[in-house]
């Protein structure tokens, strides 16, 4: 079954009745612009359409390839119109007489990848791309000659058949010519009918599935101006009709049929804004709570890292750590162009059982876009190369959030001098296949790795966890986390544990995690301005590193003071602040000293203090030769 004449042209008489009454200012301003753009899309929004019409909605869901070429041809109609009496008008303005106009759809929504029961249905789809093909020229018409009788016809590319041609099995001729011997009029000379084509693959958003599903992806086939509106890593939508596709068959060979989708109109969601930011009760809410403690802003601070990764016990130190690489500092731009990157990069470096990856899980869950992979499963750090297509990697598909690294210490070592790049200039340069691009990498790095053996104390960093001085640089904090073997410590854990004390399902002091979420992607928009007396902090705490004859020299580095700006930033963000006071620089002093110190040295130096002031010498003497045994 299909659509009648008469049907066709009555769809073609209320389309152009809805254009014209809804998108003639949009036909009036492509014919008056002076670009040479062979295609000209003009964006119809589905809802508007169908409520002006039913049966138009009706016939769209049943036939949509047969209808979308309808609407072309009657926008192309309206189009022609519209410029003949713009040209006879007075506007003064100038006009060109343009064809090839495309309907785009939009505003039909749906998040699942479809499946073969959706063939033939228009639909939009939601998700990732995370290959994309070089463009190329495709030959979709040719004209056959009949060998018997003059009869000139055109054949049109097969879609479902990778766009291959099949001369018909008789000569279409009404007068009965019943030829079979056909000649290709376009053979030996140039292609006269092309388009442009491209083939991206898309993938389900990892954040919007549950926990152990595997991301489906898609095949999406674009052409003519959708060609090159996406990139590897960009969040996208795109609407289209499912298609199935086969290559040309043979015998004694197997089908194989795929799912395809064939797009006819594609949204960039890059720059989205969550939804939970337009819902001013939530704002409310958080002035209010942050009202409530103004008298004490650091009670209301700790109250939120409290619920942060609640399962892991006290550590507030990796917890206020973890925050601040969550909350991110502002990226700065100088007159030249120059970006100083905002965001920050965290390295946890400890013993099996110290709590890094459910530090990792829990910031990849509160974070929007987020990829948690592995070291030794992460192929290249960013982009790999395949038979002309490029395929994005766990930098690149978290651009603009958080990629967490476990075992960061296992990749491989020529994929280290891509996430060299990734850190610092926030971009991956690409130079294969005959393909040179850059992708961006804008995204925080929370990374966790064990120690090369026992954890050396006397051993500088590099040395412990196997990772160059350069490298080290790049991150803002390394916090060791050590197995200290304490008595004590292992009772009050044991405890918590196994009478699941830090997870209090009543109570109502810790924050759920979708408040959490919602509070998290409020502050990262935040832009807090860095005081005086702030960079006056900060500044004299550089050049005391400086000049200490003990410092490390892969970390005392120009990106240091970097580092130190954007945390106090990060902090300020944390406490709701659209300015960095001395509370938030001496914050990010203390955090900063916690990455510099050797975890033993600073225990042994907070346990010789506090025991002194508490005049328990024997305590104290204790203590010490507890670490002295070690």
């Known amino acids: 079954m299909s659509i009648n004449p008469n049907q066709k042209d009555l769809m073609?008489?209320?389309?152009?009745?809805?254009?014209?009454?809804?998108?003639?200012?949009?036909?009036?301003?492509?014919?008056?612009?002076?670009?040479?753009?062979?295609?000209?899309?003009?964006?119809?929004?589905?809802?508007?359409?169908?409520?002006?019409n039913m049966e138009v909605g009706d016939y769209f869901n049943a036939y949509p390839s047969e209808v979308l070429a309808i609407f072309d041809e009657a926008l192309r109609r309206t189009a022609e119109d519209v410029t003949q009496r713009a040209l006879h008008g007075e506007s003064g303005r100038k006009h060109q007489l343009k064809c090839n106009f495309h309907v785009r759809i939009t505003e039909l929504t749906r998040d699942t990848i479809p499946r073969s029961r959706d063939v033939g249905h228009f639909l939009s789809v939601t998700g990732t791309v995370i290959r994309t093909s070089i463009t190329k020229v495709l030959e979709y018409?040719?004209?056959?000659?009949?060998?018997?009788?003059?009869?000139?016809?055109?054949?049109?590319?097969?879609?479902?058949?990778?766009?291959t041609f099949a001369p018909p099995a008789t000569c279409p001729n009404l007068?009965?010519?019943?030829?079979?011997?056909?000649?290709?009029?376009?053979?030996?000379?140039?292609?006269?009918?092309?388009r442009d084509f491209q083939e991206i693959k898309i993938q389900e958003q990892v954040q919007r599935l549950s926990v152990g599903s595997i991301p489906r992806s898609m095949v999406v086939v674009l052409e003519d101006d959708l060609v090159d509106v996406c990139k590897s890593g960009d969040d996208v939508t795109v609407y289209g009709v499912v298609r199935q596709r086969w290559k040309p068959l043979y015998s004694d060979s197997t089908c194989d049929v795929e799912l395809v989708l064939q797009a006819n109109n594609i949204e960039v969601n890059n720059q989205q804004t969550t939804a939970t930011l337009l819902m001013e009760d939530i704002q409310k809410e958080f002035k209010d709570f942050w009202e409530s403690h103004r008298n004490d802003p650091i009670a209301g601070r700790n109250q939120i890292l409290l619920s942060l990764c609640p399962q892991v016990f006290g550590m507030y130190v990796v917890k206020l750590a973890v925050?601040?690489?969550?909350?991110?500092?502002?990226?700065?731009?100088?007159?030249?162009?120059?970006?100083?990157?905002?965001?920050?990069?965290?390295?946890?470096?400890?013993?099996p059982g110290t709590g890094k990856s459910q530090f990792l899980k829990y910031a990849a869950k509160i974070t929007p876009r987020s990829v948690l992979t592995a070291g030794i499963g992460s192929t290249n750090a960013g982009m790999t190369g395949g038979e002309w297509h490029l395929q994005a990697g766990a930098l690149v598909l978290s651009d603009g959030?958080?990629?967490?690294?476990?075992?960061?210490?296992?990749?491989?070592?020529?994929?280290?001098?891509?996430?060299?790049?990734?850190?610092?200039?926030?971009?991956?340069?690409?130079?294969?296949?005959?393909?040179?691009?850059?992708?961006?990498?804008?995204?925080?790095?929370?990374?966790?790795?064990?120690?090369?053996?026992?954890?050396?104390?006397?051993?500088?960093?590099?040395?412990?966890?196997?990772?160059?001085?350069?490298?080290?640089?790049?991150?803002?904090?390394?916090?060791?986390?050590?197995?200290?073997?304490n008595p004590d410590w292992d009772r009050i854990i044991s405890s918590f544990i196994l009478e699941e004390k830090g997870v209090p399902t009543e109570s109502s002091s810790l924050w759920s995690m979708?408040?959490?979420?919602?509070?998290?992607?409020?502050?990262?928009?935040?832009?807090?301005?860095?005081?005086?007396?702030?960079?006056?902090?900060?500044?004299?705490?550089?050049?005391?590193?400086?000049?200490?004859?003990?410092?490390?020299?892969?970390?005392?580095?120009?990106?240091?003071?970097?580092?130190?700006?954007?945390?106090?930033?990060a902090h300020a963000k944390l406490m709701y602040r659209e300015q960095v006071t001395i509370e938030d620089a001496v914050v990010a002093v203390s955090v900063m000293e916690c990455s510099m110190q050797d975890p033993c040295q600073q225990y042994q130096l907070q346990c010789q203090m506090v025991l002194e002031g508490l005049r328990l010498p024997d305590l104290l003497n204790k203590e010490m030769d507890r670490f002295s045994s070690h």
């Open 12 to 52: 073609g008489q209320v389309f152009e009745a809805y254009v014209r009454e809804h998108h003639s200012g949009d036909i009036l301003s492509v014919v008056s612009e002076d670009r040479e753009d062979t295609h000209h899309p003009v964006v119809v929004n589905a809802m508007t359409l169908f409520e002006a």
């Open 175 to 194: 007068e009965g010519c019943n030829s079979f011997k056909f000649t290709c009029l376009s053979q030996e000379s140039e292609p006269s009918a092309c």
């Open 323 to 351: 925050a601040l690489i969550l909350a991110g500092g502002v990226q700065r731009i100088d007159p030249n162009g120059t970006k100083i990157r905002g965001e920050s990069h965290m390295l946890l470096v400890g013993d």
């Open 401 to 485: 959030g958080l990629c967490c690294i476990d075992e960061f210490n296992s990749i491989k070592e020529h994929d280290r001098t891509s996430i060299h790049e990734a850190m610092e200039q926030q971009t991956i340069s690409v130079a294969k296949a005959g393909i040179v691009c850059k992708l961006n990498t804008r995204s925080s790095i929370l990374a966790a790795t064990n120690p090369k053996g026992q954890y050396n104390p006397n051993e500088p960093l590099s040395i412990n966890v196997a990772l160059a001085s350069p490298l080290l640089s790049r991150f803002d904090l390394v916090l060791v986390l050590l197995d200290t073997k």
């Open 514 to 569: 979708e408040k959490m979420k919602a509070y998290f992607c409020l502050i990262k928009r935040l832009q807090p301005r860095v005081s005086e007396e702030a960079n006056t902090v900060l500044g004299r705490y550089y050049q005391l590193q400086r000049q200490s004859s003990g410092r490390n020299a892969a970390r005392t580095t120009i990106r240091m003071l970097e580092s130190l700006s954007r945390l106090a930033e």
């Open 141 to 163: 018409e040719r004209d056959y000659m009949c060998a018997k009788c003059p009869q000139i016809f055109t054949m049109h590319a097969d879609f479902d058949q990778f766009y």
